[in-house]
C-alpha cells in the first residue's frame, strides 16, 4: 500500500469556522471522511494538523497525528511536516498521495493509478517521474492541472519541499513545479470517478456534500 498524507492546518477563513469538524449528511466529520476516503488506497495516513488544532474525535485512530511546528506558516511547511513524518514512520516504497483535509470524495481507484503511475524505486528522485498529476477543467490560476491529490516519491517531494520552504515560497504549486511530473488525462481518471468527486474540496458552508443547489 501506498502511503497518505493528510494536509490539514489551514485558518479555515472562507468556512466561518472550523470546516475540519463540519458534519456531513452520514454524521462524519469532513476530516473523518477524506482521511477514510484516502484510507481506501493508503497505509499508512499521517494528517498535519496546526499546533494547537483540534482533531474531530472521530478521525480513525489508525492516522498519526503531526503538528505543524508554527502556526500558519501554509500548506509546504505542512508537506514538509508530513513527508518528514512518513520517513520516520516507514512505508511500502516511499510512494505517497498528499490530499488537502477538505476532500470527503477522494476515489481510491483515481489514488491507486495516481500512485501506480509513479512506478518503484525512484525514492531518490533519480529519474521521472518523481510526481503525478491529474489534469482538470481551467484552475484558478489559469492552468489544466489541479494541485490536490497528487501523488510524489516521499524523498523527492521532501527535498523540493524544504527547497522551496527555505526559498520563501508558500504555495503547493511552486514545489510540484520543480518535480518531474506525469500527468493523468482527465478523461482517464474520470472514467475512474465519473462524478469527478475526487477534486470535490469544501471552501465554504454551501460547498459541503449533501447542500441543496438552492443553498449554494
Do not use: Y
Given at each position: 500500500?501506498?502511503?497518505?498524507?493528510?494536509?490539514?492546518?489551514?485558518?479555515?477563513?472562507?468556512?466561518?469556522?472550523?470546516?475540519?469538524?463540519?458534519?456531513?449528511?452520514?454524521g462524519?466529520?469532513?476530516?473523518?471522511?477524506?482521511?477514510?476516503a484516502?484510507?481506501?488506497?493508503?497505509?499508512?495516513?499521517?494528517?498535519?494538523?496546526?499546533?494547537?488544532?483540534?482533531?474531530?474525535e472521530?478521525?480513525?485512530?489508525?492516522?498519526?497525528?503531526?503538528?505543524?511546528a508554527?502556526?500558519?506558516?501554509?500548506?509546504?511547511?505542512?508537506l514538509?511536516?508530513?513527508?518528514?513524518?512518513?520517513?520516520?514512520?516507514?512505508?511500502?516504497?516511499?510512494?505517497?498521495?498528499?490530499?488537502?483535509?477538505?476532500?470527503?470524495?477522494?476515489a481510491?481507484?483515481?489514488?491507486?493509478?495516481?500512485?501506480?503511475?509513479?512506478?518503484?524505486?525512484?525514492?531518490?528522485?533519480?529519474?521521472?517521474?518523481?510526481?503525478?498529476?491529474?489534469?482538470?477543467?481551467?484552475?484558478?490560476?489559469?492552468?489544466?492541472?489541479?494541485?490536490?491529490?497528487?501523488?510524489?516519491?516521499?524523498?523527492?517531494?521532501?527535498?523540493?519541499?524544504?527547497?522551496?520552504?527555505?526559498?520563501?515560497e508558500?504555495?503547493?504549486?511552486?514545489?510540484?513545479?520543480?518535480?518531474?511530473?506525469?500527468?493523468?488525462?482527465?478523461?482517464?481518471?474520470?472514467?475512474?470517478?465519473?462524478?469527478?468527486?475526487?477534486?470535490?474540496?469544501?471552501?465554504?458552508?454551501?460547498?459541503?456534500?449533501?447542500?441543496?443547489?438552492?443553498?449554494?
Amino acid at each position: 500500500m501506498t502511503a497518505g498524507l493528510v494536509l490539514a492546518g489551514g485558518r479555515s477563513e472562507r468556512f466561518g469556522s472550523d470546516k475540519l469538524a463540519a458534519r456531513l449528511p452520514d454524521g462524519r466529520s469532513l476530516l473523518a471522511a477524506t482521511v477514510g476516503a484516502l484510507a481506501g488506497a493508503c497505509d499508512p495516513i499521517v494528517v498535519v494538523v496546526a499546533p494547537t488544532g483540534t482533531v474531530p474525535e472521530d478521525v480513525p485512530p489508525t492516522a498519526t497525528i503531526v503538528r505543524d511546528a508554527v502556526a500558519h506558516e501554509g500548506p509546504v511547511a505542512g508537506l514538509v511536516a508530513g513527508l518528514d513524518a512518513l520517513g520516520r514512520i516507514g512505508g511500502d516504497d516511499g510512494r505517497v498521495v498528499v490530499a488537502a483535509g477538505d476532500m470527503p470524495g477522494l476515489a481510491a481507484d483515481v489514488l491507486v493509478r495516481l500512485a501506480g503511475s509513479l512506478g518503484v524505486g525512484a525514492d531518490d528522485g533519480d529519474g521521472p517521474p518523481a510526481c503525478v498529476r491529474l489534469e482538470a477543467g481551467r484552475q484558478r490560476d489559469g492552468s489544466r492541472l489541479a494541485v490536490f491529490p497528487f501523488a510524489v516519491h516521499r524523498a523527492a517531494g521532501l527535498n523540493a519541499a524544504r527547497a522551496a520552504f527555505d526559498s520563501g515560497e508558500r504555495r503547493v504549486r511552486a514545489v510540484l513545479a520543480i518535480l518531474p511530473t506525469t500527468v493523468i488525462r482527465e478523461g482517464d481518471w474520470r472514467a475512474l470517478d465519473p462524478a469527478g468527486a475526487t477534486l470535490l474540496d469544501v471552501d465554504r458552508p454551501s460547498d459541503l456534500p449533501g447542500r441543496s443547489s438552492a443553498s449554494r
